[in-house]
């Protein structure tokens, strides 16, 4: 082999791969500095910042200010959906044009997203959970008569999903009453009467969000307190037998 074809087969192609690897070292991201937030979250599969939930609460709280602000619920049940099934719950609407709105969310059980999508009587979809969201309000207009189906469907294998459910159909009391129809003394009290079962609702909700939290909270404390006594048992049995190793080895007096 002369030095030129040594240089061809053997040089050049040393220098290419040592230029590739520095290129890829300079353009490899800086180290990140893993603390217990990263330890959480790969131990329990969840991350503890709320700065996402808080997100999602300001936006669901802005949809309800804005296009529930006079729902009342026809309907509110709780159900649940075991893994890989799916629920479908229909709504016959006779008169139109007619206002559908309601809401929707996971208990704690739930680990993972829900789908759930509204059909209409022509089997067009109206809404669907397309940001696989564990909570979510729908609101819509139609001028279809018939059956308006709103499907639930669990992907998850092994969870059981805990759903709330609610949901009213019709237009506000508002926009069907004036003052030329009615008594101003009858308008105020329907308004009170409006205005309580409003906020007998919200707090229904609340109170169902607020105790999936703490549900959630309380098994995320159980399971750290499991893992801490199986350290504490894994550290005394390595104590244990550290004493029974170094016991032996003091009692064997035989010269080596």
Known sequence: MNLKTFIILVLVPSLILSQTVETKESAAPPPTE????????????????????????????????????????????????????????????????????????????????????????LGKEVYNNKDNKKEGIFYFDTHHQGNFEFRFYNPSFTTTQKVTFVLHCGNATDSLLTSTNIDPLEKKLRTIDKGIRDVHVETKFAAKRLDSHFQKVHSSHRRIYFLHIFESIAILGLTYFQIYYIKRILADKRII
């Open 34 to 121: 893993v603390g217990f937030d990263a330890d959480f979250k790969d131990l329990y599969g969840e991350d503890p910042t709320d700065e996402d939930v808080e997100d999602d609460q300001a936006e669901l709280t802005e949809l309800w200010e804005t296009h529930m602000k006079d729902f009342v619920a026809e309907d509110m049940l709780t159900f649940e959906l075991p893994g890989r099934d799916s629920e479908i719950f229909i709504e016959n609407i006779k008169y139109t044009p007619t206002k559908i709105r309601g809401a929707w969310f996971v208990g704690h059980e739930g680990e993972n997203s829900l789908d759930f999508k509204v059909v209409d009587p």
